[in-house]
């Protein structure tokens, strides 16, 4: 973003191609005379007169007036690749302000970007996140095989920057756009900004790197803005009222237990109401929820560290006690890096130092899965000071819940499927954080904090009739609550086939009586269900897909599009290895064709997941 100038009194204006393009010379040389030699004050006064103006004038109904569309070299182009949606987020929000500047934008998924068209481009900012173990986002693999293949050309023409998003719990921290920033140089590109890498609070660093970004942008086009022809850039959308910066204070409609009396795991139906907040949401979508830590975990912490909640703490630019800095703002339940890097040095450790080292990224790993930041501090002892203490630790995140409901059927509702997250360790109890603060609100008198995050990558066919198959266990069904729901609503011809997987039968066949009466009136074709526990031999949905694998094929080879949501470590691989198993048994193909061929289901967004 350009500097503003130091005096008060703005600059004699230059009137750029864009405006001449939009008012003409005469109009423009007016404008430039009007605002000229006006203060800062004036003419924000202005903008905001200029603006109320325009909300009264009538729409003009004659069309508008055709312009030639910009050629490479005058245009950004943003490609992200998201697992999550935040990598969507920041492309977004780098698309506006690059827009506000003047520029020509096009934004583009990863998996939509035709690859072709990389030899011609000229300038190419990459937003991507990495997944797990260094892996890329499912929709961003054919971008990222692309570009790290032999078929990728040299790139001397090009010039570009990359964001990367990525958690540092995982050894292989933003691998992902390291590796894309690294080849794309390979290939003869030129670098415009280092690549930034963003932790889970992708905030602080992602605000430098976009306002950098589009200073670089603005001045690497700005000398061929003057000879090329500018698209101009439909108006955006208004911005919604509520979001991920603004949520609403959604009430809570019903907060009930679906799993039975005995059942080793709590999981709660939750639904709330959008009011009249014009949230809307398709399914396949998320709710965002911005959650409160427990009190009890917040009560240990000043307890263990003995320091007094009442103590005014400041950071970013804040003053708050700190009692409520650890409720509301910053992360308690999820350990990182930075944090145990800090935490190692307080206390000392060479025990904790060892295994931030590449020989002890195993142990590392397992420490972070076993260990909330409280175990930490209560086995090896540390001085944290309060003002250390809200330095140290990650600001809170939003959590992300599938929407298990369609609009068409629950209105001004939003409804999801959480599991409670309570469990002992080091003998203690241990309380996840936004499952915790969703299971314990009172309908009554408590609301919550929402926001829909938009998925574009995990969506119904635009085929109604086209069948779908989706693989669900545990949680991970609640999209496919809203994918049954939506299809009876919309009138969908399409078949319905769901395999749903848990413990146990009797106690945690989560909306039981729902998928019986949608089997009932054929708004749910087949049910295939996997309950681990219920004999000696454990059988998971993948096995119920190898059973079922010729009419699971049979359903692929006739066009079905096929989902799979809930857990990214263990069950996604397991069911895509099954699936290439079946896809090369009933079909005929070598596990490598058979793969390819699933990986071209996926090019063709009929092989979706939602995996976390």
């Given at each position: 973003?350009?500097?503003?100038?130091?005096?008060?009194?703005?600059?004699?204006?230059?009137?750029?191609?864009?405006?001449?393009?939009?008012?003409?010379?005469?109009?423009?040389?007016?404008?430039?005379?009007?605002?000229?030699?006006?203060?800062?004050?004036?003419?924000?006064?202005?903008?905001?007169?200029?603006?109320?103006?325009?909300?009264?004038?009538?729409?003009?109904?004659?069309?508008?007036?055709?312009?030639?569309?910009?050629?490479?070299?005058?245009?950004?182009?943003?490609v992200y690749g998201t697992q999550t949606g935040n990598s969507?987020?920041?492309?977004?929000?780098?698309?506006?302000?690059?827009?506000?500047?003047?520029?020509?934008?096009?934004?583009?998924?990863?998996?939509?970007?035709?690859?072709?068209?990389?030899?011609?481009?000229?300038?190419?900012?990459?937003?991507?996140?990495?997944?797990?173990?260094?892996?890329?986002?499912?929709?961003?693999?054919?971008?990222?095989?692309?570009?790290?293949?032999?078929?990728?050309?040299?790139?001397?023409?090009?010039?570009?920057?990359?964001?990367?998003?990525?958690?540092?719990?995982?050894?292989?921290?933003?691998?992902?756009?390291?590796?894309?920033?690294?080849?794309?140089?390979?290939?003869?590109?030129?670098?415009?900004?280092?690549?930034?890498?963003?932790?889970?609070?992708?905030?602080?660093?992602?605000?430098?790197?976009i306002d950098q970004a589009v200073n670089h942008a603005t001045?690497?086009?700005?000398?061929?803005?003057?000879?090329?022809?500018?698209?101009?850039?439909?108006?955006?959308?208004?911005?919604?009222?509520?979001?991920?910066?603004?949520?609403?204070?959604?009430?809570?409609?019903?907060?009930?237990?679906?799993?039975?009396?005995?059942?080793?795991?709590?999981?709660?139906?939750?639904?709330?109401?959008?009011?009249?907040?014009?949230?809307?949401?398709?399914?396949?979508?998320?709710?965002?929820?911005?959650?409160?830590?427990?009190?009890?975990?917040?009560?240990?912490?000043?307890?263990?560290?003995?320091?007094?909640?009442e103590a005014e703490v400041s950071r970013d630019g804040r003053?708050?006690?700190?009692?409520?800095?650890?409720?509301?703002?910053?992360?308690?339940?999820?350990?990182?890096?930075?944090?145990?890097?800090?935490?190692?040095?307080?206390?000392?450790?060479?025990?904790?130092?060892?295994?931030?080292?590449?020989?002890?990224?195993?142990?590392?790993?397992?420490?972070?899965?076993?260990?909330?930041?409280?175990?930490?501090?209560?086995?090896?002892?540390?001085?944290?000071?309060?003002?250390?203490?809200?330095?140290?630790?990650?600001?809170?995140?939003?959590?992300?819940?599938?929407?298990?409901?369609?609009?068409?059927?629950?209105?001004?509702?939003?409804?999801?499927?959480?599991?409670?997250?309570?469990?002992?360790?080091?003998?203690?109890?241990?309380?996840?954080?936004?499952?915790?603060?969703?299971?314990?609100?009172?309908?009554?008198?408590?609301?919550?904090?929402?926001?829909?995050?938009?998925?574009?990558?995990?969506?119904?066919?635009?085929?109604?009739?086209?069948?779908?198959?989706?693989?669900?266990?545990?949680?991970?069904?609640?999209?496919?609550?809203?994918?049954?729901?939506?299809?009876?609503?919309?009138?969908?011809?399409?078949?319905?086939?769901?395999?749903?997987?848990?413990?146990?039968?009797?106690?945690?066949?989560?909306?039981?009586?729902?998928?019986?009466?949608?089997?009932?009136?054929?708004?749910?074709?087949?049910?295939?269900?996997?309950?681990?526990?219920?004999?000696?031999?454990?059988?998971?949905?993948?096995?119920?897909?190898?059973?079922?694998?010729?009419?699971?094929?049979?359903?692929?080879?006739?066009?079905?599009?096929?989902?799979?949501?809930?857990?990214?470590?263990?069950?996604?691989?397991?069911?895509?290895?099954?699936?290439?198993?079946?896809?090369?048994?009933?079909?005929?193909?070598?596990?490598?064709?058979?793969?390819?061929?699933?990986?071209?289901?996926?090019?063709?967004?009929?092989?979706?997941?939602?995996?976390?």
């Amino acid at each position: 973003m350009t500097s503003l100038p130091a005096s008060n009194t703005a600059p004699s204006p230059q009137t750029s191609p864009f405006v001449k393009a939009l008012l003409g010379e005469e109009r423009s040389a007016l404008l430039s005379r009007l605002v000229e030699g006006l203060d800062s004050t004036t003419l924000h006064w202005l903008s905001g007169y200029l603006a109320g103006v325009a909300a009264q004038a009538p729409l003009q109904a004659s069309a508008p007036t055709p312009v030639p569309q910009a050629v490479p070299d005058a245009r950004l182009t943003i490609v992200y690749g998201t697992q999550t949606g935040n990598s969507r987020l920041l492309a977004e929000r780098l698309k506006r302000h690059a827009e506000s500047s003047g520029l020509t934008v096009r934004t583009l998924r990863a998996g939509e970007y035709p690859v072709k068209e990389l030899r011609e481009e000229r300038l190419l900012y990459v937003v991507i996140s990495t997944q797990g173990d260094g892996d890329p986002p499912d929709d961003a693999r054919g971008f990222c095989e692309f570009i790290l293949g032999k078929r990728a050309p040299k790139l001397e023409q090009l010039r570009f920057a990359v964001l990367g998003l990525g958690d540092s719990s995982y050894p292989k921290y933003c691998e992902v756009s390291r590796v894309l920033d690294a080849r794309l140089a390979e290939l003869g590109a030129t670098r415009l900004l280092d690549r930034a890498d963003c932790d889970v609070d992708f905030e602080p660093v992602a605000k430098g790197w976009i306002d950098q970004a589009v200073n670089h942008a603005t001045e690497t086009l700005k000398a061929r803005a003057t000879t090329n022809v500018v698209t101009l850039p439909r108006s955006a959308p208004p911005a919604p009222t509520f979001s991920r910066e603004a949520p609403y204070a959604a009430e809570l409609l019903a907060n009930q237990r679906i799993t039975g009396r005995g059942a080793l795991k709590d999981v709660r139906h939750i639904e709330v109401s959008l009011g009249d907040s014009g949230l809307s949401y398709e399914p396949g979508d998320s709710l965002g929820v911005w959650p409160h830590n427990p009190p009890e975990l917040v009560a240990e912490f000043l307890a263990e560290l003995k320091l007094q909640g009442e103590a005014e703490v400041s950071r970013d630019g804040r003053t708050l006690p700190l009692r409520l800095w650890l409720s509301e703002e910053l992360e308690l339940t999820k350990l990182s890096r930075p944090f145990l890097e800090r935490h190692a040095a307080l206390a000392r450790s060479t025990e904790l130092q060892r295994l931030l080292t590449p020989e002890g990224s195993e142990a590392f790993r397992a420490l972070l899965k076993s260990h909330q930041v409280i175990d930490l501090l209560r086995q090896w002892s540390a001085p944290w000071s309060a003002e250390e203490l809200v330095r140290a630790l990650r600001r809170l995140t939003p959590r992300m819940y599938s929407l298990a409901s369609s609009q068409k059927r629950v209105g001004a509702e939003a409804h999801l499927t959480v599991a409670v997250v309570d469990y002992q360790a080091f003998g203690t109890r241990h309380l996840g954080a936004a499952s915790s603060y969703l299971s314990t609100r009172n309908g009554d008198t408590d609301k919550v904090r929402v926001f829909v995050e938009h998925n574009e990558r995990f969506r119904l066919p635009r085929e109604s009739e086209r069948d779908i198959l989706m693989i669900g266990p545990g949680t991970g069904v609640a999209p496919f609550r809203a994918f049954v729901q939506e299809r009876a609503e919309s009138g969908a011809k399409g078949r319905n086939w769901l395999f749903f997987g848990e413990q146990h039968f009797r106690t945690q066949f989560l909306y039981q009586t729902e998928w019986q009466e949608a089997l009932k009136q054929g708004s749910l074709n087949r049910l295939s269900l996997a309950f681990s526990r219920d004999q000696e031999k454990k059988i998971y949905v993948q096995d119920r897909l190898r059973e079922a694998g010729r009419d699971v094929y049979a359903w692929l080879e006739g066009g079905a599009s096929l989902y799979v949501c809930g857990e990214a470590q263990k069950m996604a691989p397991d069911v895509h290895a099954a699936l290439i198993d079946i896809i090369s048994t009933h079909g005929g193909r070598s596990r490598e064709d058979a793969a390819a061929w699933l990986d071209t289901l996926r090019e063709q967004q009929r092989y979706q997941r939602d995996i976390y």
